[in-house]
């Protein structure tokens, strides 16, 4: 049984700066890449970023592009996503993801997921 387990999240000010972490079991972790997605209140799950296995390539969001940065520990089997000058937009729960496939955006090609952790950044 694959877990993805979030950490990290929590309350911040605006301009504010947080580390979450995803760590998993039971995966090849190396092999899959792994995506950050988040979902506000009443709005639909949103690609935030995703970093590749192999090679560590990432996509991001043009939202979070110059703020967000994704890093992997494969020896760790863990995912972060460092979020700087974060605003009240940034404001959801943030789950990470596995999927087989590099270079995905969509929530539909991946295939196992965390539980999600809150994010709330304060004007």
């Known amino acids: 049984q694959v877990q993805l387990v979030e950490s990290g999240g929590g309350l911040v000010q605006a301009g504010g700066s947080l580390r979450l972490s995803c760590a998993a079991s039971?995966?090849?972790?190396?092999?899959?890449?792994m995506g950050w997605f988040r979902q506000a209140p009443g709005e639909n799950r949103e690609f935030v970023g995703t970093?590749?296995?192999?090679?560590?390539?990432?996509i991001y969001a043009d939202s979070v592009k110059g703020r967000f940065t994704i890093s992997r520990d494969n020896a760790k089997n863990t995912v972060y996503l460092q979020m700087n000058s974060l605003k009240p937009e940034d404001t959801a729960v943030y789950y990470c993801a596995a999927s087989y496939y590099t270079a995905r955006t969509d929530i539909s090609e991946y295939t196992f997921w965390g539980q999600g952790t809150q994010v709330t950044v304060s004007s």
């Open positions: 039971t995966l090849t972790f190396s092999r899959w890449s």
């Open positions: 970093i590749s296995g192999n090679d560590g390539s990432t």
